[in-house]
C-alpha cells in the first residue's frame, strides 16, 4: 500500500499514538551489506531521521523521541564516534530551518555534558530556536542511558530530602517521573525498534511500562513514511489493557 493510502487508513482507524518512541537500529548492517564504512550507514540514516519526522507531523503525532546515541555508544571507535557526533552538528545546521518553520520543538535529551563543544553548541542553538513550536516535539536522546537517567532522579529526590524541600512521604511516581528529562512528555504509547532486534537496550525503562513494542525488521536507513504508517496501524490494532480486563 503507498503511503497516501496507509494514511487514510490510520485516520479511518482512530486515535494515533501520542507518543511514539523509536529505536534507530541497524546503520552499520546497512553499511556491512553495501561493502561502505560504518559512518555511511549512520549517513544514510539521517534522511530516515527527516522522512520520520515529517510523517509524523502528517500523521498528528505530538511527541517523537528518537535514540540516536546511546551512553554504551562511548565505548565504539573513536572515529564512529567522531562520525556520528559530526553528523549531529550537520543534522542540526541542516534541518534547524525547516524544524522551526514545521513547527517542530527539538531538543536534546542525554548527558548533553559530554558533547564536545561544537556539538553543544549546535545543540544549544537548535533548542532555543524551536523552543516555541508545539506542533510536534521532537526528542534526540544522545549520550541517553535509562539507569543512569533514573539515579539521577533519585539523587535529586535525596537533595531534595535532605534540604527540607521534599517529604520522604511525598516520594511517589509522579515524583519520579517528573525529575526525569521526558518530565513533560507523556509516557510512549509506541515503541518501535529497527533492525529486528528484540531488546530495549537500555532505553526510557521507566517510560515503557505500558508502551506497545513494534519490532521491524527494516534496517534504519531503509526506514521510512510507509513503515511509519504501517507501525502506527499496527499499534492501532492492539488491545491496550493497562492491567484490566478486556471492555
Ligand atoms: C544504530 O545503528 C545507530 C547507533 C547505535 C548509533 P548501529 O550502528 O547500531 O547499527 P548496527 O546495529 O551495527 O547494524
Ligand atoms: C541502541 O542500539 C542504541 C541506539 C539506537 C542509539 P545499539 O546498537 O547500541 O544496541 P545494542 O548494542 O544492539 O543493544
Ligand atoms: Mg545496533
New binding site residues.
Given amino acids: 500500500m503507498t503511503a497516501p493510502a496507509l494514511l487514510d487508513q490510520i485516520r479511518e482507524s482512530g486515535a494515533v499514538p501520542r507518543h511514539v518512541a523509536i ?10 551489506e553495501r561493502m561502505l564504512p ?1 559512518p555511511l ?2 549517513r544514510s ?1 539521517m534522511k530516515s531521521v527527516r522522512e520520520v519526522v515529517e510523517a509524523s507531523l502528517e500523521a498528528g503525532i505530538e511527541v517523537l523521541s528518537l ?4 551512553q554504551e ?1 562511548w565505548q ?1 571507535p573513536p572515529v ?1 564516534i567522531n562520525a ?1 557526533m559530526s553528523l549531529l552538528e550537520e543534522y542540526i545546521q541542516k534541518e534547524a530551518d525547516d524544524l522551526e518553520e514545521q513547527g517542530v520543538r527539538v531538543r536534546v535529551l542525554g548527558e548533553t555534558e559530554r558533547l564536545a563543544p561544537a556539538a553543544r553548541e549546535a545543540v544549544a542553538r537548535v533548542t532555543q530556536q524551536t523552543a516555541h513550536n508545539r506542533k510536534l516535539t521532537l526528542n534526540l536522546f544522545i549520550s541517553y542511558g535509562s539507569r543512569a537517567e533514573i539515579v539521577r532522579a533519585a539523587r535529586r529526590v535525596a537533595e531534595e530530602v535532605q534540604a527540607g524541600t521534599l517529604r520522604p512521604e511525598q516520594v511517589d511516581e509522579a515524583a519520579i517521573s517528573a525529575r526525569l528529562y521526558t518530565a513533560d512528555c507523556p509516557d510512549p504509547d509506541l515503541l518501535i525498534r529497527t ?1 529486528g ?1 528484540q531488546r530495549i537496550s537500555n532505553f526510557l525503562l521507566w517510560q515503557l511500562a505500558y508502551t506497545e513494542l513494534h519490532i521491524s525488521p527494516v ?2 536507513p531503509d526506514f521510512g513514511r510507509s513503515n511509519l504508517f504501517e507501525a502506527i496501524l499496527d499499534y492501532q490494532n492492539r488491545d491496550r489493557r493497562f492491567g484490566r480486563v478486556p471492555v
Avoid at 535514540?67 to 546511546?70: K, L, M, N, V
Fill in positions: 529505536i534507530m537500529d541497524g546503520n552499520g548492517r546497512w553499511a556491512r560504518r550507514g549512520h540514516g535514540f540516536a546515541f546511546s555508544n565504539r564512529e556520528l533492525s532486534e534496517l534504519w
